[in-house]
C-alpha cells in the first residue's frame, strides 16, 4: 500500500480498493489540498500590510489538450481567484474523485469542473438572486 494508513480507518478502507496509480492520484490531491492550505495562510500578509482586492474579472486559460482534473482543478484556482471557500473545493473535488475511484470520464469530469467554477463566477458576480 503506497499511502500508510490505520489499520480498517475508512481512509483505509477506501485506499485498499484502488489501485497504485490511483493511490498515487489521491496523494497528488492530498499535496495539492496542503499546498491550498499554505498558500491561504500565507496571503494573510506580513503585519499592517494592505491585502490587495480579487480582480473582479476572471482569466481562465485556455483548457491544455489531454488536461487532468486535478490540473483542471489548479487552472481554475488561478482563473477565478476571487472565488474561495471549502464548498466549491469540496464539489470539485468531489468531481475529481468520481474520476478517481468510480471511473468517471476525465473529459466529462474536466467540463463539468470548469462548469463548476463558471456558474460560482456567475453567481459571484452577479450578487444573489
Excluded: C
Amino acid at each position: 500500500m503506497l499511502l500508510p494508513t490505520p489499520p480498517s480507518s475508512p481512509l483505509d478502507l477506501l485506499l485498499r480498493q484502488l489501485t497504485e496509480e490511483q493511490q498515487r492520484m489521491v496523494l497528488a490531491f492530498a499535496r495539492f489540498l496542503m499546498h491550498e492550505n499554505e498558500r491561504h495562510a500565507a496571503e494573510g500578509g506580513e503585519a499592517g500590510e494592505e491585502a490587495q482586492p480579487p480582480p473582479v474579472e476572471a482569466d481562465v486559460a485556455p483548457r491544455p489538450e489531454g488536461e487532468l482534473p486535478v490540473h483542471t482543478l489548479k487552472r481554475m484556482k488561478r482563473g477565478y481567484p476571487m472565488l474561495s471557500g471549502d464548498k466549491l473545493l469540496g464539489r470539485a473535488a468531489e468531481l475529481m474523485m468520481r474520476h478517481h475511484v468510480a471511473g468517471d470520464d476525465r473529459q466529462e469530469v474536466v467540463e463539468k469542473i470548469e462548469a463548476l467554477f463558471a456558474a460560482e463566477y456567475d453567481r459571484w458576480r452577479n450578487g444573489p438572486e
